[in-house]
C-alpha cells in the first residue's frame, strides 16, 4: 500500500467499475461530459428511488478525500441496497456520485499519492506534510469548475462547471453535498439551510472519530455560525460566493437552491490541529491579527525575493503555466486577505487564532511549492517549502488523519443530513 492511500483518478474508475460489476441491477456508470482537455466527468449512480441525492467530489485539486469517501460509500450501499430502497428505513432514493469534478487539475496534483511506497497502512507510516506541499497544485481560482463566473464575467464557463449545472438542473436533488478537504486543522460544515439536529449529530461524530472542529470557520465568511464547526447560510443572501481573497463567482451549491435543493459542504482534514476548536478568547485580537498578517506578507516578500533572484524564463508548457498562474495569483493576494480578516474581526477566540496562523502559513507555502515545479524544480524555493512545510507541522503539532477516518466523517455526515431530510 502506499504512504498515502487515496485512490487516483484512475483507481477510483476501476474501483467504480468493479462495483458496478458487482451489482449491475443496482449500480451503474456513465459520463455526463468531458473535461476541458477531454477527460470523461464520471457519475457513479446508486439505486432506482424517485428522490434525488448528489454527492460531488474533487471539485478542487488538492483534495482527493471526496473521491475516496464516494467510492467507499458506494461499496457500502452496493453491499446494502436497502438503504435505497423503499422498506422500512430505507430512503427510497437514487444516490448519484460524481467521482471527480476537476479530473485535469487532479492529474497535476495526484504525484503525491504515487511518489511513496510505504508498504503498511497510512497508520503505521503516516505522510509527512512535506511530501504532500513538494507535489502540491490547485488551479488558480477562475480554473476552479466549482466556481463559474458571475454574470457580466466575459470568461466562458467551463465545460466541467457546465456538466455540473446540467446534471443539478437535470436531477432536481433534494440534497447536494460537495466533498472538500484542506491540508491543516479541523472539520467544519456549511449548510445552505437550517436543518433540525444536524449540527449535533455532525459534531458527535466528529468528537467520535476524534477530530477537531474548526471553532469558527472563515470559509463563508458572510454566514451564519450555528455553534462549533458548522455555518449557515443566512436568508436572502447573494447568489454568489466571495472568496476571503475577494474572489466572487457563482458557486455551484448555490445555483441548486433555485429547486429547492439543500446543499452541504464538508470539509475533513488531512493533518488534524487540536488548537483549532478552542474556545477561549484572546487578550488581544488586534495583536493576533497583526501577527499573523506579518507572517502572511512577510513570507510572500520572502518569496518574491527568491524567485525575483532566481530571474525565471517564461513557462514551457501547459502544466508549468498552470502552477506559475495559480502561484503567481496566491503571491498577490495577500493584502486582500489581510484586509478581509481585518474587516471581519476575526481571531477573537484561541482557536479561530490559530485557524488565521494556519492560513497565514499556507498561502505561501502552497505559492512557493507551485513556483517550484513551475519553474522545473529550483533548490532555493524547495528550501523554502520543506522549511515552511515542517515549522507548520511543528507550530501546531499537525497529526495525520487515517483515510479511514477522513472518509468516515464525510460519509457518517452525508447520512445523517441525507435521514434528516427525507
Given at each position: 500500500m502506499r504512504g498515502t492511500p487515496y485512490p487516483t483518478l484512475d483507481e477510483l474508475l476501476r474501483g467504480a467499475r468493479a462495483t458496478v460489476a458487482a451489482r449491475p441491477g443496482d449500480l451503474r456508470l456513465r459520463d455526463i461530459g468531458t473535461s476541458r482537455a477531454g477527460r470523461p466527468l464520471w457519475l457513479l449512480s446508486a439505486g432506482h428511488g424517485p428522490r434525488q441525492l448528489l454527492t460531488v467530489a474533487g471539485a478542487h485539486a488538492n483534495e482527493p478525500v471526496g473521491g475516496a469517501t464516494s467510492l467507499r460509500f458506494a461499496r457500502w450501499l452496493a453491499r446494502d441496497p436497502s438503504v435505497l430502497g423503499s422498506g422500512d428505513g430505507g430512503l427510497d432514493c437514487t444516490w448519484h456520485f460524481l467521482l471527480c469534478l476537476d479530473p485535469d487539475g487532479a492529474r497535476l496534483s495526484d504525484g503525491w499519492m504515487t511518489a511513496h511506497s510505504s508498504g503498511v497502512p497510512d497508520a503505521a507510516a503516516p505522510p509527512l506534510i512535506g511530501s504532500y506541499y513538494r507535489r502540491f497544485y490547485r488551479p488558480a481560482f477562475a480554473a476552479q469548475p466549482e466556481f463559474p463566473p458571475v454574470a457580466g464575467d466575459p470568461r466562458a464557463p467551463m465545460p466541467e462547471s457546465e456538466a455540473l449545472l446540467g446534471l443539478i438542473d437535470e436531477l432536481r436533488p433534494v440534497v447536494q453535498f460537495s466533498l472538500h478537504g484542506v491540508e491543516a486543522g479541523g472539520t467544519f460544515l456549511q449548510l445552505t439551510r437550517a436543518v433540525p439536529g444536524v449540527p449535533a449529530a455532525y459534531r458527535r461524530i466528529a468528537a467520535d472519530l476524534g477530530i477537531p472542529l474548526e471553532h469558527r470557520p472563515f470559509d463563508g465568511m458572510g454566514w451564519l455560525v450555528e455553534g462549533p464547526g458548522v455555518l449557515v447560510l443566512p436568508d436572502g443572501s447573494p447568489a454568489e460566493e466571495r472568496d476571503p481573497s475577494g474572489f466572487v463567482s457563482r458557486a455551484t451549491w448555490l445555483h441548486a437552491m433555485r429547486h429547492g435543493t439543500v446543499s452541504a459542504v464538508v470539509e475533513a482534514p488531512f493533518w488534524s490541529v487540536a488548537g483549532v476548536g478552542d474556545p477561549r478568547p484572546v487578550a488581544e485580537p488586534r495583536r493576533e491579527l497583526a501577527d499573523v498578517s506579518e507572517i502572511l506578507l512577510g513570507r510572500v516578500k520572502q518569496l518574491e525575493s527568491v524567485v525575483g533572484e532566481l530571474d525565471p524564463r517564461p513557462p514551457g508548457t501547459p502544466d508549468e503555466l498552470a502552477h506559475f498562474t495559480a502561484a503567481r495569483e496566491l503571491m498577490d493576494i495577500g493584502s486582500?486577505?489581510?484586509?478581509?480578516?481585518?474587516?471581519?474581526?476575526?481571531?477573537?477566540?484561541?482557536?479561530?487564532?490559530?485557524?488565521?496562523?494556519?492560513?497565514?502559513?499556507?498561502?505561501?507555502?502552497?505559492?512557493?511549492?507551485?513556483?517550484?515545479?513551475?519553474?522545473?524544480?529550483?533548490?532555493?524555493?524547495?528550501?523554502?517549502?520543506?522549511?515552511?512545510?515542517?515549522?507548520?507541522?511543528?507550530?501546531?503539532?499537525?497529526?495525520?488523519?487515517?483515510?479511514?477516518?477522513?472518509?468516515a466523517l464525510q460519509a457518517r455526515t452525508m447520512l445523517v443530513l441525507a435521514r434528516a431530510l427525507m
Open positions: 486582500g486577505v489581510v484586509d478581509t480578516w481585518s474587516a471581519a474581526e476575526l481571531a477573537t477566540t484561541v482557536g479561530n487564532s490559530v485557524s488565521l496562523g494556519i492560513a497565514a502559513r499556507r498561502i505561501p507555502l502552497r505559492a512557493a511549492a507551485m513556483m517550484s515545479r513551475a519553474l522545473g524544480g529550483a533548490p532555493a524555493l524547495d528550501t523554502l517549502v520543506d522549511g515552511w512545510a515542517r515549522e507548520l507541522e511543528r507550530t501546531f503539532d499537525a497529526r495525520w488523519v487515517s483515510v479511514a477516518d477522513q472518509t
